[in-house]
């Protein structure tokens, strides 16, 4: 998910977005740890994507 799309979002579905990466995050986690997935970048990505959520949700706390 790219920055411009994420600043496009209103609050709540900032909040929404962010418990579902969390989510599907720690799915991956655990999967990989069993078995490796086959593109395990998609973990960086997932970990980055959230990272660019709490930091717009900050942006938005501040102004």
């Known amino acids: 998910m790219k920055s411009k799309e994420i600043k496009e979002l209103t609050n709540s579905e900032l909040l ?3 418990d579902s990466e ?3 995050l720690t799915q ?3 999967n990989h740890a069993i078995t490796p997935i ?3 970048s998609l973990i960086k990505e997932s970990r980055r ?3 660019r ?3 717009e949700i900050r ?3 501040l102004n």
């Open 49 to 51: 994507t959230i990272a």
């Open 16 to 18: 929404e977005r962010l």
């Open 22 to 24: 969390r989510a599907q």
């Open 59 to 61: 942006h938005r706390e």
């Open 53 to 55: 959520i709490l930091t």
């Open 38 to 40: 086959e593109n395990s």
């Open 28 to 30: 991956m986690k655990l």
